[in-house]
């Protein structure tokens, strides 16, 4: 089967203008685009541009629970009117690697210190008018991980519960419309199907 890919970028930024710079910022662009099939047309985006982020799902092996947490979003009350959230721990980048951001907010919304991580996507979950980017990660815990007892940080606003369901009970809650959060689903289903990856720094104990 022909790529048909395009090997430039087949657009042309003609106009940009700022129309909000507060805590994001919102673009208005104006673009020549060339279609596929050759043609040119004008097009008008509006981008909002809040950075890049990071997620988490912790995952106990052998007691089968998940680290999640529950949040009051205001976009979401504006939709259902009760505005509560069951996602997984996230938060964004403020200029670290993913890596050592979503270590950050694992210490500071779930109360744990995070040791073995593994990234398994990168995502844009909203890129028609989104450009944020996540970094999406699972990582294995037990209860000796324990440092605080999270919940944000509370000179931000945050007010976060931390729940431990397990990972069947998370997923009944998916299939029940409970959780209904695009990364948390994803994470949730990633380890349903495949698991942890291998813990390296344990196959090198048990190989030494």
């Given at each position: 089967?022909?790529?048909?890919?395009?090997?430039?970028?087949?657009?042309?930024?003609?106009?940009?203008?700022?129309?909000?710079?507060?805590?994001?910022?919102?673009?208005?662009?104006?673009?020549?685009?060339?279609?596929?099939?050759?043609?040119?047309?004008?097009?008008?985006?509006?981008?909002?541009?809040?950075?890049?982020?990071?997620?988490?799902?912790?995952?106990?092996?052998?007691?089968?629970?998940?680290?999640?947490?529950?949040?009051?979003?205001?976009?979401?009350?504006?939709?259902?009117?009760?505005?509560?959230?069951?996602?997984?721990?996230?938060?964004?980048?403020?200029?670290?690697?993913?890596?050592?951001?979503?270590?950050?907010?694992?210490?500071?919304?779930?109360?744990y210190?995070?040791?073995?991580?593994?990234?398994?996507?990168?995502?844009?979950?909203?890129?028609?008018?989104?450009?944020?980017?996540?970094?999406?990660?699972?990582a294995?815990?037990?209860?000796?991980?324990?440092?605080?007892?999270?919940?944000?940080?509370e000179?931000?606003?945050?007010?976060?519960?931390?729940?431990?369901?397990?990972?069947?009970?998370?997923?009944?809650?998916?299939?029940a419309?409970?959780?209904?959060?695009?990364?948390?689903?994803?994470?949730?289903?990633y380890?349903?199907?495949?698991?942890?990856?291998?813990?390296?720094?344990?196959?090198?104990?048990e190989?030494?």
């Amino acid at each position: 089967m022909k790529d048909e890919t395009p090997d430039a970028a087949p657009v042309q930024i003609v106009d940009r203008k700022l129309l909000s710079d507060d805590w994001a910022t919102l673009t208005k662009y104006t673009l020549d685009y060339r279609r596929r099939d050759g043609a040119q047309e004008t097009l008008i985006r509006q981008v909002y541009d809040r950075g890049h982020g990071a997620a988490i799902l912790p995952y106990d092996p052998d007691r089968g629970t998940v680290l999640l947490v529950r949040q009051f979003r205001l976009p979401v009350y504006l939709v259902d009117g009760r505005g509560w959230l069951i996602e997984a721990c996230a938060g964004l980048l403020d200029e670290l690697d993913p890596e050592a951001a979503i270590r950050n907010e694992a210490v500071e919304e779930l109360g744990y210190e995070m040791k073995g991580i593994s990234r398994v996507f990168n995502t844009y979950t909203s890129p028609g008018s989104v450009s944020e980017r996540l970094a999406l990660f699972v990582a294995r815990y037990s209860p000796a991980d324990r440092i605080s007892a999270g919940g944000g940080a509370e000179e931000e606003g945050e007010d976060i519960e931390v729940m431990e369901p397990t990972l069947d009970a998370a997923l009944a809650m998916v299939a029940a419309g409970e959780i209904t959060d695009a990364k948390t689903i994803m994470l949730l289903q990633y380890l349903k199907m495949n698991g942890l990856p291998p813990d390296k720094a344990r196959q090198g104990q048990e190989r030494a």
